[in-house]
């Protein structure tokens, strides 16, 4: 989306998804400062609602960042820029508001499955909100979260804990890698980012998500292709040796 002009954005949410036919949009968790959840972005969120529009959210720096010599903002900012913008559209309540589009946070939601629970239980504060808990904690978990550039059993655990297995899809964060089936001919690579990650570095991420033992058959299939063959049905059309299976 070309934020934050909203009224050219508008346009381009009608031409993609009505000309174009894109299965989806884009978006950053914040532009120039300006988080999803923030009013100024609710004419956005309604069309995108309205439509019940997938919407891909990557992570982007914060307007201000520590400067930490020799670290680039995507290490540790990007994973704490998804947190606060999922965190923004809990408190401000617009996830309330807009509650059918499907949207994807990258990098397994960042910080959130260590910190769901404590977004959720802080939403039920008088000056939060006073929200209910379980409904807060149901917000937080029906988004769907991707895998891209995580490789570590707790990562993948916290992951299958907070949301389990049916809202998780397989992410590269690499565009330059095909869209074929891998891992043993059952995991689809979903190229949703723009390319952060090299090539080279995506055998190590499959290699990670391959060997985490937690995981049963069933839930590869989910995460490997079936979350993605249902949130995008033109993906079944694309591979029907898949979806038959």
């Avoid at 670290?71 to 999922?86: G, K, N, Q």
Wanted: net charge negative; charged share 20%.
């Amino acid at each position: 989306m070309p934020l934050p002009d909203v009224n050219a954005s508008l346009e381009e949410i009608r031409y993609c998804l009505d000309e174009l036919h894109f299965e989806g949009i884009g978006l950053y968790t914040n532009v120039n400062g300006v988080y999803l959840g923030d009013k100024l972005l609710d004419p956005i969120m309604e069309e995108l609602n309205r439509r019940r529009t997938v919407a891909f959210v990557h992570p982007a720096g914060p307007p201000e960042a520590p400067l930490l010599p020799g670290m680039s903002l995507p290490v540790i900012e990007y994973t704490f820029d998804t947190t606060r913008a999922i965190g923004n559209l809990l408190f401000t309540k617009t996830r309330q508001r807009y509650p059918d589009i499907q949207m994807i946070f990258s990098h397994g939601g960042g910080a959130l499955p260590f910190l769901g629970d404590r977004l959720a239980l802080q939403s039920t504060l008088p000056f939060h909100g006073g929200r209910n808990f379980n409904e807060s904690l149901a917000e937080l978990q029906g988004y769907y979260y991707d895998t891209a550039v995580i490789i570590g059993a707790a990562q993948f655990e916290a992951l299958k804990a907070f949301v389990g297995s049916g809202k998780m899809l397989t992410g590269s964060d690499c565009k330059h890698t095909p869209c074929t089936p891998a891992l043993n001919h059952r995991l689809l690579i979903m190229t949703l980012a723009e390319p952060y990650m090299p090539d080279t570095a995506i055998p190590v991420a499959q290699n990670a998500l391959k060997k985490f033992d937690g995981f049963t058959e069933e839930d590869r299939q989910k995460i490997g292709w079936r979350n993605a063959f249902a949130l995008f049905p033109i993906l079944a059309q694309k591979f029907p040796e898949i979806a038959s299976q």
